[in-house]
């Protein structure tokens, strides 16, 4: 079991963890899991200050561990720790076509939003270096939301592709994506995904303080009813919060719409705050205990690494050998 998150925010949001971290946390007593921080990936969209990028990956690894990653259980480590991830990345963008990258949704969407000299090679290879990622593990399942669907089948067909020119040697992956929480939408706009892109008012960071995210909750986008009903289609905003408030206190949504029955819209916002700020109060407390301690989080990483690299790096000798590469004497 393997999957990423990009450290390109101070606080990951309530998307994150309802679509992707709840169940990374799920899975690492079934799994032999691999967890990293895409260090390589955030370089993609913006060029961060080097120092805010640095403190980013440390509160990103900080906040795997407040969200309940137990890094004995869980490896956990930086992509740019484990070189192997961009030896493998190489063969397979010399595997994809041109066109076949073009067709990504995430580089389309992307690449319209940044101005044209501001649209990197890296944006356009992100999803290869992705299937490298998750290849190199011979990872079965990778636990992602809803937007990542396309890149797994990226990924796919790329070990397609190379177990037919070369013989069987990637294992074949499985999105592993929860139907309740694939997709948390914005609080302001649901129509479109939460996402650290759009305005703050609508999106719910696990680390702002509780009053801000009542706030941004009491003042979520419904409608002119007054039914509480999930119904994605006519009541997005409505739906939104039910998707929330049943994946964050683990009840299913028949059972919500039942207790909130005949309630107002004001009642079933308050339950949602109430909710989401009893999940973010401790994890900030546990987030700020790990980051006291760098040096610590530090070492935790380096053995991530280790365990990492020890699995990466025998799939790139297998790899680079089936592609016909001089052995390096005495590797
Ligand atoms: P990133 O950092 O953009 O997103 C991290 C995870 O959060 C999920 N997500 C959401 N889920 C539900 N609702 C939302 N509104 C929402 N917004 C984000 C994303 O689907 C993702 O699972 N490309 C990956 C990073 C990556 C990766 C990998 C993942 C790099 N290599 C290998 C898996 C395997 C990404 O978009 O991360």
Redesign the pocket.
Known sequence: M?????P?SASYHL??Y???LKQWVAMQDAYEVFYFL?DL?ALTAELPDPAVLTDRSRRAAAQLIAAGVDPERSAIFLQSHVPAHTQLSWVFECLTGFGEGSRMTQFKDKSARGNADRVSVGLFTYPIL?AA??LIYQAHY?P?????RQ?IELTRNLAQRFNNRYGETFVMPDAYITKE????LDLQDPTA???KSLPDAGTLNLLDDSAVLAKKIKRATTDGETEIRFDPATKPGISNLLAILSAVTDSPIATLEADFAGQGYGGLKNAVADAVVAFTEPFGKRMAEVLADIPELDRVLARGAERARAIADVTVKSVYDRVGFVPAAGR
Do not use: C, F, P, Y
Request: glycine residues 14%; negative net charge.
């Open positions: 393997l999957s990423g998150i990009q390109t998307g994150n309802l679509g992707a895409a990936h992705q990622d998750i990778v992602v939301g809803e937007d990542q890149h929480a694939a997709k948390i995904k939460m996402s």
